[in-house]
T-cell receptor, first 112, second 113 residues
Framework: DTGVSQNPRHKITKRGQNVTFRCDPISEHNRLYWYRQTLGQGPEFLTYFQNEAQLEKSRLLSDRFSAERPKGSFSTLEIQRTEQGDSAMYLC??????????FGAGTRLSVL | DQQVKQNSPSLSVQEGRISILNCDYTNSMFDYFLWYKKYPAEGPTFLISISSIKDKNEDGRFTVFLNKSAKHLSLHIVPSQPGDSAVYFCAASVGSNTGKLIFGQGTTLQVKP
């Protein structure tokens, strides 16, 4: 099965540290999305790529957050100088050029 | 502002009966809607979608109804099965070929045997 893969599944870090998450989309999917989900809420859009181009960023994506998708394949989401408010589930999704998005299991971040 | 709202945090239904999950939206530009199901420790999985040119879409036990004038959609599951117990999210977008989805808060469905 070649679904969306996210690593690591869990990350515990201390406030002020940098963290990086990786997402491997379904092969041949042009689009890749990042969402954040907190307890009791639905996923909130952060950013998306079409191939290697980052086409939209949410205002939720502060300057401490950066996402890349080199060569239009996997993507990384980095959070610098983490804060306790960054604790959440970070979800990655991919899709072909239509809007049905396929999600990974997520990376749960805990900032102590 | 919450553009997509699921006002019922939870719903409990007996096995074999109908489950009806509701979703309201405020942005009149939304014209494509989706339902996702999420089990614990898994990512959301796509269930069914509907374009605003339709008012109903059916796939097996799942039917989505769209009332554009009321800005309301609902997901019907008939008959409900214990394996349907999960969190259900509705999502909306402007166009079927755009980027981001706007999700509701989710409704936890429990189907009792």
């Amino acid at each position: 099965d070649t679904g969306v893969s996210q690593n690591p599944r869990h990350k515990i870090t201390k406030r002020g540290q940098n963290v990086t998450f990786r997402c491997d989309p379904i092969s041949e999917h042009n689009r890749l999305y990042w969402y954040r989900q907190t307890l009791g809420q639905g996923p909130e859009f952060l950013t998306y790529f079409q191939n290697e181009a980052q086409l939209e960023k949410s205002r939720l994506l502060s300057d401490r957050f950066s996402a890349e998708r080199p060569k239009g394949s996997f993507s990384t989401l980095e959070i610098q100088r983490t804060e306790q408010g960054d604790s959440a589930m970070y979800l990655c999704a991919s899709s072909p050029l239509k809007n049905i998005q396929y999600f990974g299991a997520g990376t749960r971040l805990s900032v102590l | 502002d919450q553009q997509v709202k699921q006002n019922s945090p939870s719903l409990s239904v007996q096995e074999g009966r109908i489950s009806i999950l509701n979703c309201d939206y405020t942005n009149s530009m939304f014209d494509y809607f989706l339902w996702y199901k999420k089990y614990p420790a898994e990512g959301p999985t796509f269930l069914i979608s509907i374009s605003s040119i339709k008012d109903k879409n059916e796939d097996g036990r799942f039917t989505v109804f769209l009332n554009k004038s009321a800005k309301h959609l609902s997901l019907h599951i008939v008959p409900s099965q214990p394996g349907d117990s999960a969190v259900y999210f509705c999502a909306a977008s402007v166009g079927s070929n755009t980027g981001k989805l706007i999700f509701g808060q989710g409704t936890t469905l429990q189907v009792k045997p």
